[in-house]
């Protein structure tokens, strides 16, 4: 009997994937990468002053149930609901290896989250994006071609934009109908048919004050993705969170496995998403008054930012100029984001939103590089 030869070391599809090498060179403002600039929970870092030392020669608990415990009753959902990993990045991991199958695709409105297409290639699944003005026309052409996972940021790195409702709805809609309706077997928990597995990435919707995680309860198939890096200030920590029925849940954790989430992560996470100062609604909502003042700003200087719900902002720039201006906002001593020109989408810098003090930073810089930045 033959067989097919190894497609050898490294493999074709993954050779060409690059170390992520964002430029992190420190800066006095660095507004990158949507971490939050007011700092992080104080709970939390009492928490990790407080973590004790022999807890640390021993394994931290299995499947991070006292962190399930905190981010069920922070969401308002069961803790079989909710599944735990080493940031957000590491459930989208979870999630990709346990629902698609080698070779089989993701589809996603693009530009979006830069992991996504990344994280394809590595674990051997195809990336299949769509242009988003052809999704927002259309939802159900993010199911052309049988994926098996349908991913949307809600809201959107870098746009900021958030689907609205109607089209979410369209989206399970036309999900259900490829499917042939969800009859889930009670016994086995699966679904019906074939639609794919559908993750709404939250990272962003603690500033949007709008939530799918109801939803995605409800819904078998379909996984809403939280996590601590952002509004909580916990980037350094690495805990993230997928949300969905339990049968759904129980699938990821699987693919997760043991000792996922440490054990000082695991403790200061609990901390920080009881919240008892009310700390994250407060710098969330100065980082929306904030973002809302900067746009403002942006606009009365001829600019023409692009309405977000998130604490980013995604300026357009003339084509071939992200990199330059990029570089002439470092020499001013502020980091921000460049983008290039994706498919029907125009390049642009992102500009994470922070205490006023750097935000008028930047518009200083901004009206030094005004030329630079007109289209
Ligand atoms: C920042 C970000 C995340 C968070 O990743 P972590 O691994 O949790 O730090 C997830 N999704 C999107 C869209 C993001 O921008």
């Excluded at 493999?11 to 170390?19: C, E, M, T």
């Excluded at 023409?304 to 995604?314: I, K, T």
Aim: with cysteine.
């Amino acid at each position: 009997m033959s067989r097919a030869p190894r497609p050898g070391f490294p493999r074709p599809d993954y050779a060409s994937i690059d170390l992520y090498s964002p430029d992190r060179r420190p800066v006095p403002v660095d507004l990158c990468d949507n971490t939050n600039r007011w700092g992080a929970h104080p709970d939390a870092l009492a928490a990790v002053r407080d973590a004790g030392v022999e807890r640390l020669t021993r394994y931290p608990v299995l499947y991070a149930d006292p962190l399930r415990e905190a981010a069920a009753e922070a969401f308002g959902v069961l803790p079989q609901q909710v599944t735990t990993g080493a940031g957000s990045d590491d459930v989208l991991d979870s999630l990709w290896r346990a629902v698609a199958e080698f070779g089989g695709s993701i589809r996603y409105p693009a530009p979006t989250f830069s992991m996504i297409e990344p994280l394809s290639r590595m674990n051997g699944r195809e990336a299949r994006p769509v242009a988003w003005a052809d999704a927002i026309a259309d939802p159900s052409v993010l199911l052309d071609g049988d994926p098996c996972l349908v991913y949307v940021c809600r809201p959107n790195n870098p746009t900021g934009y958030s689907v609205d409702r109607a089209w979410i709805d369209a989206l399970l809609a036309a999900a259900d109908e490829r499917a042939g309706g969800f009859t889930e077997d009670p016994v086995t928990g699966s679904p019906g048919g074939v639609a794919p597995v559908l993750v709404f990435d939250e990272a962003y919707a603690d500033y949007a004050d709008d939530t799918l995680i109801p939803l995605a309860v409800e819904r078998p198939r379909t996984l809403v993705i939280r996590t601590m890096s952002k509004a909580y200030g916990l980037a350094g920590l690495r805990v993230g969170f997928g949300i969905g029925s339990e049968s759904t849940v129980l699938e990821v954790e699987k693919s997760r496995g043991p000792y996922k989430v440490n054990h000082v992560a695991e403790v200061a996470g609990a901390a920080a998403l009881r919240d008892e100062p009310g700390w994250v609604a407060a710098t969330i909502a100065e980082a929306v008054a904030n973002r809302e003042r900067f746009v403002a700003e942006l606009v009365r200087r001829g600019l023409d930012p692009l309405p977000s719900s998130a604490n980013f902002v995604f300026l357009p720039v003339a084509d071939g100029r992200a990199r330059d201006l990029s570089d002439a906002f470092r020499e001013h001593g502020v980091a921000i984001r460049p983008f290039v020109a994706e498919a029907g989408f125009s390049e642009g810098i992102r500009v994470s939103i922070g205490p006023w003090d750097e935000m008028a930073r930047v518009l200083d810089v901004i009206d030094a590089l005004r030329k630079e930045l007109e289209r």
